[in-house]
């Protein structure tokens, strides 16, 4: 097993070039490679620069690269216009999409065992092992996993594995997967390489997916030094219209590239992520507010990462602002969208009552993982400020009801810099432009 490139540190700035030579550098000591498949993410982790390296990956194979697949997990499928953004010069005609109720195949099962002890006995059944079936019967002699090693609420760190067994994943092990997580606990695993859920899924890779050619390109994404003046430009010209996503947005920096085929180079990136993206407080904003981009938040199924995120930094019995201006629905489907409609986002001891008392829970329990991962667990109160969900929708699901205008106007993006300000006013606030870029905590929390 081999680690082919690893750079990285705080101070890295990787640039489009940088890419493509570490690239080169990798696909030139592998043996001729003639039916490539690339799996980045969809729109949702552009920032992730997976675009940039699916679309060098493609100048380097050229028509060797005969599928593109964005890992949508439980997601929309990608429209032509983010296709074209996020991907420019690659062709339509590569691009499918993964369909994670229905083209799926189950290769193994992790043993009941296993996951009992990988999780402390809070799942004691056997876990299946699914992926797409262009992964598993495609014919491939090469599948490159390209992603961003972040802090996650699921799995503790995102990417390596679970961009193939929950990006291009089942509805079984995605649901089981999901609620593993939410029941063993969010702030006993965001941020930490090693947790539960990957031990699992760890498990099924090394057992069923040893015979697929699998290599894994993986990104570390910090703000730059100047990146509050950076960010002010970039939300300016959001406002407008987006550049495309093949170099780093303004604000944003490559702090590392490590690509290899088994674990040492996910390990290499978690480290690294922890330095870059893991915002440690000394003091329990008493307010948070983060904005959602539109481009990228249209549900609160996605925009709920302001949440998840922050969750470990709010004081208690204070309050988080929610600016979602793209925010249009709660779920990423119509029949998960109906479930949080239909049971609101609870505490976990409630989801975890009605996971027993109902019909429709237990059979999607990556919704019911979402609801224990959407509520502040009664510790501090959410207000949500949807640019297209009415005040009875939002107060239907738990969340307090803020009018965006309103609130635009007194947090104002383009006036608020990353952490502490302090309004005209005197009202002192904790700022966050992009939730799914990080991981913001209170140190004592950390440390009990």
Known sequence: MTTYYA??????????????????ETFQQLEPRRRVLALPPDYTRANSMAGALTCLTH????DRLTDV?????????????QIERMFPGVSKRLFRVHDWRNDVVTIGEVPPEFVAKATDGIWRKPWPAQLNRLVWEGGHDLILSIGQVVPHEVVGMANYNKNLFVGAGGAAGINESHFIGAAYGMERMMGRADTPLRRILNYAQENFCRHLPLLFVLTVIGPRDDANVARTLRVRDRLTECAGHCVPPAHLAVRGLFIGDDID????????????NFTILDEPPRKIVVYLDPEEFQSTWLGNKAIYRTRMAVADGGGLIVL???V??????????????KYGYRTTPEIMRLVEQTDDLPK???AAAHLIHGSSEGRFAVTYCPGKLSREEIES???????LDAMLERYDPKKLRDGWNVLPDGERIYYVSNPALGLWAYRRRLTG
């Not at 699901?397 to 009018?403: A, E, I, L, T």
Request: contains cysteine; aromatic residues 8%; negative net charge.
């Open 364 to 366: 999607n329990l990556s």
């Open 69 to 81: 697949m964005p890992a949508l997990g439980t997601h929309v499928a990608m429209s032509d216009r």
């Open 328 to 341: 249009a629905a709660f779920g990423e489907d119509r029949e998960i969208d109906g479930l949080i409609r």
């Open 265 to 276: 180079c996910f390990q290499q990136a978690a480290a690294l992520s922890v330095q870059v």
């Open 59 to 62: 100048e380097y194979f050229g």
């Open 397 to 403: 699901v738990g969340y307090r009801y803020g009018d």
């Open 324 to 326: 979602g201006p793209g």
């Open 7 to 24: 750079q990285g540190s705080p101070r890295t700035d990787l640039t489009r070039e940088d890419l493509r030579a570490a690239l080169a």
